[in-house]
């Protein structure tokens, strides 16, 4: 059974300070990983999708990497706003369902 | 437009009621899912359909009854509410992939349900 970990559970840091959330996974049989953003009270958004075979995928200020080898995803956040706070949460798919992690709470303060 | 849309947006009832989530999705997507969300924010597949029919289904009490009249509705009845079902109930949809894989899900804003 697939289980996804993502630590810290909770992050506060100054506007402009880079973020660094980690997600890892038991079962490297993936086909991709999937990162979302859920605001209070709101339906997730997707974020990035990196397929099994690649490294990292880049939107604007958002980078994510994937070691499939290891069970590991970094997402990183590059000069935060206090616009990014959100729950972030990485899930991974394999046999036709996302299996969630539980998130990383993001505060940053202004 | 709204892509995936789910009402009603709240809803409180009585244990022991029967009560249905409805969800339409026009993004053309072959799969569609429901979510679980309780109140630790933890996040579980509870069905998905794949071109109407029934690909996952992870233990759910029967009580919970999915159905999919076509392909850009999926529906959710609920019998026999109890207390424990109270959670954010959320629809998806997305493209499948090949051999098991799916592409980007795109979330409803989530169905909140209370059981006094």
Redo the contacts between chains.
Sequence with gaps: KQEVTQIPAALSVPEGENLVLNCSFTDSAI??L?W?RQDP??????LL?IQSSQREQTSGRLNASLDKSSGRSTLYIAASQPGDSA?Y?C?V????????G??TTVTVRA | DTAVSQTPKYLVTQMGNDKSIKCEQNLGHDTMYWYKQDSKKFLKIMFSYNNKELIINETVPNRFSPKSPDKAHLNLHINSLELGDSAVYFCASSQAGTGGALLTQYFGPGTRLLVL
């Design positions: 086909y991709n999937q979302f009270g709101k339906g997730l958004t997707s999708l729950t949460l899930a798919s394999n046999d036709y369902k996302l299996s969630f539980a998130g």
